[in-house]
């Protein structure tokens, strides 16, 4: 265990010293969205408001079980969300899975008028989710049915798959359907943010899938994240970005 953590930031580590500031990526679609949006510092409002939402109501709360069963999202992811969100500025977001209801925080808060989907099959998961989200983010629904009748009900609404995170998925057998699904209901402008790439093989395979398919034209690495991005306009690239 301790060799395989070592060996994951140290490979993060050689990652950042060739990968960062946009180096070598001549693409301005690329390069700004590197430096501005991956790479920013700045400390929103809103990051304040999300962290401490995040004691008051988890803090303490999540055991090992509850953490094994869903994983919480750090703020470097969290706030990246936020950021991806506040740049596209999507009319809908689709978030599969989330983390505790702070990676949904983070998601409508990037642009509150959004109309933001949470599909989260786990009854627990949600039930806390949508007391650390609150009643007063009316633009934020909930479906808890199975997965797959879960997305049969959002396709149907006929809601356009502006921007789509997948979190966690209980089952990863099950990025092999969802993924093709996905790309199949997605548009020219589709931003996709996929968590976790690197920790199981079958959702390694789907980003694999997902990089290799036509509608997507640019992808970038940040390795234990993979962000995607549907515009005809764009030339294909994959990049790998220090994160």
């Excluded at 998601?107 to 998961?125: F, M, Q, R, Y």
Aim: with cysteine; charged share 25%.
């Amino acid at each position: 265990m301790a060799k395989r953590i070592f060996k994951k930031y140290y490979i993060k580590a050689i990652r950042r010293l060739r990968h960062r500031r946009g180096f070598g990526v001549h693409s301005p679609f690329a390069f700004n969205l590197i430096t501005k949006v991956i790479e920013e510092n700045f400390m929103y409002y809103s990051y304040a408001e999300i962290e401490q939402i995040r004691r008051e109501k988890l803090q303490g709360k999540l055991n090992r079980k509850s953490l094994n069963r869903r994983a919480e999202i750090s703020f470097k992811k969290g706030s990246l969300l936020f950021r991806l969100v506040n740049r596209f500025t999507p009319s809908s977001i689709l978030e599969i899975g989330t983390a505790w209801g702070i990676s949904t925080l983070y998601l409508h808060n990037g642009h509150s008028t959004s109309h933001l989907v949470c599909i989260e099959p786990d009854n627990a998961v949600a039930e806390m989710a949508k007391k650390v989200v609150g009643d007063n983010k009316e633009s934020i629904s909930f479906l808890t049915d199975s997965l797959s009748h879960s997305l049969d009900l959002y396709f149907i609404s006929g809601t356009e798959l502006n921007f789509v995170y997948v979190h966690q998925l209980s089952n990863p057998a099950d990025y092999t359907w969802l993924i093709p699904l996905l790309i199949e209901h997605s548009g020219d402008k589709t931003v996709w943010v996929i968590n976790g790439i690197r920790s199981h093989e079958r959702i390694a395979a789907a980003w694999r899938l997902l990089i290799a398919d036509n509608k997507v034209r640019v992808t970038m690495d940040l390795y234990d994240m993979g962000l995607a991005f549907n515009n005809p306009k764009l030339n294909k690239q994959d990049y790998v970005v220090a994160f």
